[in-house]
């Protein structure tokens, strides 16, 4: 039987709790298990499910203990896993047909490619003695605001089942509103953990770049791809990058610095911090809720010892048509590795040329979004356009990194909404990539600027056609490699 109080407590206490010998890694595997066979049919956050291989993970944990053994500092704890980094015991499919061993009259995600390796964040999880509980749905490939591009089902935002719970990272943010699991891993390339965690009303952490490797991950934009946390509270989130971060040789960008004690630095107090606004963070288009709940965080802020700073970014104006040009450049060459040839799916009748290989497989395999991309990024990289498109686009980049050095002179963090509305219906902006594309231009920047940022629940908002109140979320950017410090300014 489910039981609903067990997986609403923090991930720390389950786990000292597990430590403690209080409660059976077992039993809290169980209720996992359990509230995702009640709940995932109707929202679809899991794409595949560990079962058995999760239970047998956890009794061995409980044997452990029962020998004395020292056990990590997850013991017990279920974890979801974004379905884009590679395990060895469950498929990963990153949600698209072309990753499946062969298409059936439906996508069948069981199907999907094994492989022989983990990610290194997931090895990491193993190694602290999480549970992963199972592979989480996205939107296909990672490219998304709303996990409805998915090739098996959409994720749905539980406390609005007819809307989107935002994406990538969808199905992790939902895993855990829903009570699924207390912690999960997505990925952050423009926002996918942070606008996710806002419209779903969870804390989403995504660090700096190359705090986590990147090893064994799907690769969408390799200068802006990041592993994130998912977490109901701010420490559970701290405690999660902790696990998962710090140098890697198997990924070359991985950072090789100290992560420090990032717990602890949730404890540090808002006394003395200065916290940024920039004049361009409620930019036309922000639902006049989200406006009022974030100035209500930031007068909570400033009661608490914190004092708010206004400042500028003037060239964050520019991150949208910066990022999808990047973006969708780095995608159309990291793209190119789904060839029918080397693994996931192959259609192919035997007879015909390789290049018809290479086209039947592509052509069946990825979805609308992802061809999209593809054709964008190809055609911004190609001779005679590169000049105008990428080149200009780094040039931007460069100017919003500058922009944020600034600003860091002045500021500690910097604070915006995380996204410009709350949860939209679903298949609301699906026919309209651009109205899509706008649901992240809160979150680019600090993607842009490699920063860490981190998305917070700070109230809920009526959506604009009336309904429910939903989640509004409040960002918080920090200095380059400062991951404490943008925890320390969340948990406050
Ligand atoms: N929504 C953005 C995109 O579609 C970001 C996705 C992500 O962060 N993975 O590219």
Not at 164 to 182: H, K, L
Not at 208 to 230: C, E, K, M, N, T
Not at 404 to 425: I, K, L, W
């Amino acid at each position: 039987m489910t039981n609903p109080s067990l997986l609403s407590s923090s991930a720390l206490e389950l786990a000292r709790r597990v430590r403690a010998g209080e409660l059976s890694a077992e039993a809290l595997t169980r209720a996992s298990l359990d509230a995702i066979a009640a709940e995932n049919g109707a929202l679809g956050a899991f794409l595949s499910v560990a079962g058995e291989r999760a239970l047998e993970v956890a009794r061995g944990i409980d044997l452990r203990r029962e020998r004395g053994e020292a056990l990590g500092p997850l013991a017990g704890v279920p974890v979801g896993v974004k379905d884009v980094l590679a395990t060895t015991d469950l498929p990963t499919t990153a949600a698209s047909r072309i990753l499946l061993r062969e298409l059936g009259a439906v996508p069948d995600a069981s199907r999907g490619y094994v492989s022989p390796y983990d990610a290194t964040a997931v090895a990491r999880l193993r190694a602290a003695d999480a549970v992963i509980v199972g592979k989480c749905n996205l939107d296909e490939l990672a490219m998304g605001s709303s996990s409805e591009t998915s090739a098996f089902f959409p994720v749905r935002n539980p406390l609005d089942p007819s809307r989107t719970p935002g994406g990538s990272s969808g199905g992790s943010a939902v895993a855990v509103a829903a009570g699924m699991v207390p912690l999960s891993l997505g990925t952050d390339t423009g926002g996918s953990v942070r606008q996710p965690a806002s419209l779903t009303g969870t804390v989403g952490f995504k660090p700096s770049y190359g705090r986590v490797s990147r090893y064994g991950l799907f690769a969408f934009a390799s200068s802006l791809d990041q592993v994130g946390s998912f977490a109901r509270d701010v420490r559970g989130a701290a405690r999660l990058t902790e696990i998962v971060a710090g140098h890697d040789p198997l990924d070359a960008t991985s950072l090789d610095a100290e992560v420090g004690d990032l717990v602890q630095a949730c404890d540090g107090g808002l006394e003395g911090l200065r916290v940024g606004v920039p004049r361009e963070a409620f930019a036309e288009g922000t639902e006049p809720e989200v406006e009022a709940r974030v100035r209500e965080a930031l007068e909570r802020m400033g009661a608490r010892g914190a004092r708010i700073v206004p400042i500028s970014l003037p060239s964050t104006k520019h991150a949208i048509a910066t990022y999808y040009v990047l973006a969708t450049a780095e995608a159309s060459s990291n793209l190119a590795r789904y060839d029918g040839v080397r693994f996931g799916l192959r259609v192919h009748d035997g007879a015909s040329p390789l290049g018809e290989l290479y086209a039947e497989t592509r052509g069946r395999g990825f979805g609308a979004e992802v061809k999209r991309r593809i054709i964008l990024g190809t055609f911004v990289l190609s001779a005679g356009y590169y000049d105008a498109y990428y080149l200009r686009a780094q040039r931007a980049r460069r100017l919003v990194c500058l922009d944020y050095a600034r600003a860091f002179d002045e500021v500690d963090v910097v604070v915006s909404p995380t996204s410009p509305v709350v949860a939209f219906e679903l298949g609301s902006r699906t026919s309209d990539p651009l109205a899509m594309y706008a649901a992240d231009a809160c979150t680019l920047p600090a993607s842009l600027a490699g920063l860490p940022a981190l998305s917070l629940p700070c109230g809920v908002a009526e959506p604009p056609g009336g309904g429910p109140k939903l989640p509004v979320g409040l960002q918080i950017v920090g200095p380059p490699r400062r991951d404490d410090l943008v925890l320390r300014a969340a948990a406050y």
